[in-house]
């Protein structure tokens, strides 16, 4: 009998000290140097966490008001170390490799996001989710993202269209090859005109975007006046079978973030190319 209570009191003992060292390991104050992981942290619930994010990490309301530590690429290594983060969460798209090894030496741990890719973005989410202790919140957001890219993979489609995505018109910035626009275009049997430029975020030339003739182009609002702002080039353009036949979209920046609301960006465009 007083066996099996000392074994049975061992056995609360080491329950005790692994709850407890799940609960002490789980990271409470969380800066986020990238807008695409304050989005998902959001999504994901963990908003209250949060101590801390970039100038750019504007949505959602929220996020506004949380301190701000700098850029993606030239944060603050003093803002960051005052706000006595637990992690700090940085990612490969964005954020200079130099900052994660100097926060290192500072003593403050990081955690590196490495989705580029729109396939990639679910399982890095769980990957998160794991580092948060928060893999139930994670599984969840993982999931709804993989439902709905297979429901729009699915989506037939009436004939194969050659589009550009352009991210900015002056100068002319597009989305080309590995990137999360393209993969977004090819979703659904589209053909991205820049993807064989072997950059991701080439400059183009209006020559080259007469050559290919694009049956329809995306431009970014990642600018409120971005409307007016490509006037001249469209102007330009004008024989381009994407703007004579009015097959110009101005979308969202869904898509500029890898993060939950690409969703929507990729069913902005699934509606523009029906």
């Known amino acids: 009998m007083r066996k099996a209570r000392v074994v049975l ?10 709850v407890s060292s799940s609960i002490a390991e789980t990271p409470g104050r969380i800066i986020s140097l990238a807008p ?4 998902i942290l959001f999504e994901m619930g963990l908003g209250s966490r949060i101590v801390g994010v970039t100038q750019f990490c504007d949505y959602p309301a929220e996020a506004k008001k949380k301190p701000k530590v700098g850029g993606m690429s030239n944060p603050s290594p003093e803002a960051v170390v005052t706000l006595k983060p637990d992690l700090v969460l940085m990612t490969t798209d ?15 741990k990081t955690y590196l996001f490495r989705a580029q890719r729109l396939s990639e973005l679910p399982h890095e989410i769980r990957k998160l989710g794991m580092a948060l202790d928060a893999k139930r919140e994670a599984d969840a957001l993982a999931g709804r993202i993989e439902n709905t890219l297979k429901k729009l993979r699915d989506r037939k489609i009436a004939k ?14 597009v989305a080309g090859p590995d990137t999360a626009i393209d993969d977004s275009i090819k979703l659904f049997g ?24 694009p049956d329809a182009i ?12 490509s006037r001249g080039l469209l102007r330009k353009l004008g024989n381009v079978p994407a703007v004579r036949n009015h097959r110009v ?26």
């Open 9 to 18: 009191s061992l056995a609360v003992l080491i329950l005790f000290s692994v």
């Open 160 to 173: 194969p269209q050659k589009v550009l995505f352009i991210v900015w018109p002056e100068p002319l910035i």
């Open 36 to 39: 695409n992981l304050t989005e």
């Open 190 to 213: 589209h053909t991205n005109i820049a993807a064989g430029t072997g950059i991701s975020y080439p400059k183009y030339s209006l020559e080259e975007i007469i050559r290919q003739s």
């Open 249 to 274: 979209f101005f979308l969202s920046d869904n898509l500029y973030r890898l993060g939950p609301r690409i969703i929507k960006g990729i069913q902005e465009m699934a509606e523009c190319l029906k």
């Open 94 to 108: 964005g954020n200079p490799k130099e900052f994660g090894e100097r926060f290192r030496k500072l003593g403050v």
């Open 218 to 229: 995306f431009i970014g609002m990642g600018h409120a006046e971005i409307k007016e702002i």
